[in-house]
């Protein structure tokens, strides 16, 4: 047996109006149960009950009548008091009716007249000075009972509450609903447009709409980054693979032309391992850039004591070309910060190699750290080249470099595009300070 298919709307305006139903049931219920004396005594059982309690609510004091408790007319029923003699003393009677009937105590009669049938119930007060006869006459179509009280308001009431909740369901599902119509709206136009640009930014709703449509737009983000590193990834290697690319092929042509003997096609081999390498270490960065602007790589971070582990760092660092220059340290004790050691250790050795590459012939390098304003602010100082004023916020794109002439035995332009996502993946922040022909100083902030 197939299921149903009905929207959420129509299933909660389908709960609401169930609920009501059920709700009405339970009261009617309740109600003929606590009032079933009442509920059925309709006409006849309420003309003996109304003609009872005013007989014994007739009081004789000081030689007259009190007729304070009397109710001469109540839930249709008409009542009248009469002496021993049958003479009227007070009372009411249905309008254009005399009922002609002798007094008969505690008998339930029916009385036939043009207009109605009758239900005539007597009964005799005997209050030992005098004797009273009370009278109850009710009309046998009566309605105004208990039992038709109910019917009539649940006949009338009922339909009116069936519309309120179902349109009162129908409205509050709608309006809860309507911004999800919103995002799929707008989630289907982003994914046919293919503009990972656009965002939901749902301002009204529910809060868990609200907060759906955020995490949408934290998806988009995320997506948009992905394809953005994918996009830079393949436009980069494109772009400088085809130089080593181009050298080995070119290398390879030359060898098959001009090389002769062994030693020939070792200084070809030589070349193209060189490129090779290089090749290999582009693609080393490319990847390790691209992975962590997609989080895919997970690098925990964690509390540890940064001037200890910077301290190793150094002892161990060895740089691709010394020239002369010499190193020092200006590491402050006891500095705990929280940081990720695989990605710190990268900073520093790309900072320091950076360091050693464009600083002077027997120059100098520094690496410090100390607390600054509760942070741990760690720089590498050199006394070499510089970065002129103009280019200072270009170093951190990728593949720009300095001096362009060391471009063919430098790095792949790639090592401060890494500085900066590295750390600030770890929360922190660099910058530069530069003189063109004094040198330069980077400084990483990371949070303690």
């Keep these: 047996m197939s299921r149903i298919n009905l929207s959420a709307k129509m299933r909660l305006t389908a709960w609401f109006t169930l609920m009501i139903l059920l709700l009405s049931a339970m009261v009617l219920v309740f109600v003929f149960v606590i009032n079933g004396a009442s509920v059925t005594d309709d006409p006849a059982g309420r003309l003996v009950k109304v003609v009872q309690s005013n007989a014994a609510h007739i009081k004789f004091d000081n030689g007259a009548f009190e007729w304070t408790d009397i109710a001469f007319y109540q ?25 002609d009937l ?18 005539v119930y007597d009964v005799f007060v005997d209050m030992s000075v005098t004797a009273l006869w ?91 980054a992905s394809f953005n590193a994918e996009r830079q990834f393949a436009s980069d290697a494109a772009h400088e693979l085809r130089t080593p690319v181009a050298v080995i092929l070119a290398q390879c042509g030359r060898a098959r032309r001009k090389d002769k003997t062994p030693e020939d096609f070792l200084k070809s081999l030589d070349v193209i391992e060189t490129q090779g390498h290089r090749m290999s270490e582009l693609i ?6 691209t992975r962590l602007q997609q989080g895919v790589d997970r690098y925990p971070m964690r509390a540890s004591d940064l001037s200890e582990f910077l301290t190793a760092l150094d002892a161990e660092f060895v740089p691709l070309s010394e020239r ?3 190193r020092a340290t200006e590491i402050e004790p006891d500095v705990t910060a929280r940081f990720n050691p695989t990605l710190t250790a990268r900073i520093v050795q790309n900072l320091l190699q950076n360091a050693y590459k464009y600083g002077k012939e027997g120059g100098h390098v520094t690496l410090s750290l100390k607390k600054e304003g509760g942070a741990a602010v760690l720089r590498v100082k050199d006394d070499g080249i510089g970065i002129a ?60």
């Design 75 to 99: 839930r249709g029923v008409y009542c009248s008091v009469f002496d021993a003699d049958g003479t009227l003393l007070r009372g009411a009677v249905p309008e254009d009716a005399e009922i």
């Design 389 to 448: 004023q103009e280019d200072l916020e270009r170093i951190w794109q990728r593949f720009w470099q300095a001096d362009a002439s060391r471009g063919e035995d430098g790095g792949s332009g790639l090592g401060l595009a890494m500085v900066r996502e590295m750390t600030e993946f770890q929360g922190g922040r660099v910058s530069v300070e530069s003189v063109l022909g004094e040198g330069s100083t980077f400084t990483v902030t990371l949070p303690l």
């Design 134 to 224: 009370v009278r109850g006459v009710i009309d046998q179509a009566d309605r105004s009972g208990v039992m038709h009280t109910i019917m009539v308001l649940t006949w009338t009431l009922l339909p009116a509450i069936l519309v309120i909740s179902i349109g009162g369901g129908w409205l509050i599902a709608w309006n809860a609903f309507r911004p999800m119509v919103t995002i799929l709206q707008r989630v289907n136009s982003i994914s046919d447009g293919q503009d990972l640009t656009a965002r939901l930014n749902l301002k009204r709703g529910p809060s868990e709409i609200r907060l759906l449509g955020r995490t949408f737009d934290r998806m988009f983000a995320r997506l948009e």
């Design 324 to 326: 002369g220059i010499t």
């Design 284 to 289: 080393d960065q490319l990847l390790s850039l």
């Design 102 to 119: 002798p007094f008969d105590s505690s008998v339930v009669r029916v009385y036939h007249t043009p207009e109605a049938d009758f239900f």
